[in-house]
């Protein structure tokens, strides 16, 4: 395991921030190289700013290897500090040793998307809109704080061998179960035309079951593909199934110079301000109207 | 998800190999920046072959970046082939949007832990040596093939409410069972002071379940802390619990000249020439007696 220290050290001609690599290991050593350089107000990268090792042999028990004197604090005002904060990125490249034994990676959200698709050992069902879905309690529960209340606790489900959800659509499920098993989620393919419509969906979903990591990434891929036209939607989602992150950026979004007239104009945004007069009153009060 | 292409290009001043990196994205776009350099025949990694690009837009539809004349193919043999092969080692380093919503990282393994820790549904469980341990069949059915013959199949242990299990320490089931769970392998810390003796058993019922990957960990490992005092019982342990890769690496690591005299006359060596004759007789061909 690798450890950023970054540390403060006062010269004669100023303070300086270090920053440094330290490898966290009782038992190995390990080679690697190490960049750092600082981003920019904007949120580019500097990259006269980056410093680079060679390549270092790092030994065991907290060796570390840097730069004392990264960057002067003083010089950092003018051009690094955005929000009261500043952003190092970091570099890390580390040699293998080419004569070692290769570990395969983590398994496991495939071995548990055999168990699903194979449904051996099932022990629950789902029925959705004349579907069935097999699925194992152990795996709901350890995923979801809400399957498992209604699965192990004392909830009328916890006996059922199938449940019936009337809260959700199929192709939603279908996706919401994989995720559960292998924490994957599927291809922008996948997801079919109308995937800010899915992810919509997924998101109502997630909140539904407490899966806070499918909640962020269906928020992750909204955002990236935010436009006008949909904006609205969005933002109604959001506020509807508790996103906080994925509605304060689509209010930035609306109240931005180059999209407000339109969206302000749109059909979607109307609605939203009869649903959720609360979000017109921040919109508003970000405007400076 | 990326691609590094290699491809080759027949130029009037000689035929050159190329490096590129390509993004595989229908949707998005992303700022990257890529080096590569090639491996020396030492095995280590030749700064001087290094080429980077600067922070790079790949835009969607399988955008790619790189050279088309990385090296020349007359100059590899001298400094670059090692058994037929050249190796590029490369690194990419992506730009995240800083303006995006965060995921978090996968918590399969963590979600799966607590599950474990909890007990909340467990369904079986298993005696060693008077300590009892609590498990959910599907997650061990998921991992492990041996399991899933067991505890959903036909045998007796299916319709068991509790196993006895007769050819595993405690100790080391506590491990197999959480790897099972999370996949992750305990730092060389909690492995306890005897720790080759520990990855050695570790080894032996990772084969007896069929856990490939914990296989390759531990041989990964035993591999990594090889020395002339081990040697011989790691490599009994590797032919007895199929495991052929730590196997050659054991037989390299005797033959080798700074370490077989010391080897040979240990007394494990005597012990590994008495049980495994086959062995002894590889190495005898191997230094070419």
């Known amino acids: ?68 004197q990264f960057v002067k604090v003083m010089d950092l005002a003018t051009d690094f500090v955005r929000d009261g904060v500043i952003t190092f990125l970091c570099s890390i490249m580390v040699w293998h040793h080419s004569g070692g034994i290769p570990v395969p990676p983590s398994d496991i959200g495939e071995n548990l998307g055999m168990l699903l698709d194979s449904t051996d050992g ?20 350890a995923r979801s704080p809400v399957f498992r209340a209604e699965l192990l606790g004392s909830m009328a489900e916890a006996t059922m061998p199938s449940i019936t959800l009337l809260d959700i659509a199929p192709e939603t499920f279908i996706v919401l179960l994989r995720f559960m098993y292998t924490d994957a989620f599927p291809g922008d393919d996948e997801l079919g035309d109308s995937s800010s419509k899915m992810l919509q969906n997924l998101l109502a979903a997630a909140d539904r079951y407490g899966l806070d990591r499918l909640k962020l990434i269906c928020a992750h891929k909204l955002w990236g593909a935010m436009s006008v036209d949909t904006v609205a939607d969005v933002l109604a989602c959001a506020e509807m199934y508790s996103c906080p992150e994925l509605r304060d950026k689509c209010i930035d979004f609306v109240v931005a110079d180059k999209n407000f007239k339109r969206v302000a104009l749109s059909e979607g945004f109307m609605q939203l301000g009869q649903n959720f007069p609360s979000i017109i009153a921040e919109v508003r009060s970000r405007v400076g109207t």
């Not at 330290?22 to 750092?36: D, H, I, N, T």
């Not at 990268?45 to 410093?51: N, T």
């Open 1 to 68: 395991m690798w450890r950023i220290n970054c540390t403060s050290v006062n010269e004669p001609t100023g303070v300086y921030l270090g920053i440094f690599l330290e490898l966290l290991s009782k038992s190995g050593s390990a080679k690697a190289r190490f960049e750092a350089f600082l981003t920019r107000k904007d949120g580019e990268p500097s990259l006269v700013s980056a410093k680079r090792t060679g390549v270092h042999l790092f030994h065991r028990n907290n060796d570390q290897f840097g730069w004392p």
């Open 122 to 141: 099932a022990d629950v069902s789902f029925a959705i809109d004349g579907e069935t879905f097999h699925a194992h309690r152990a795996v709901l529960a």
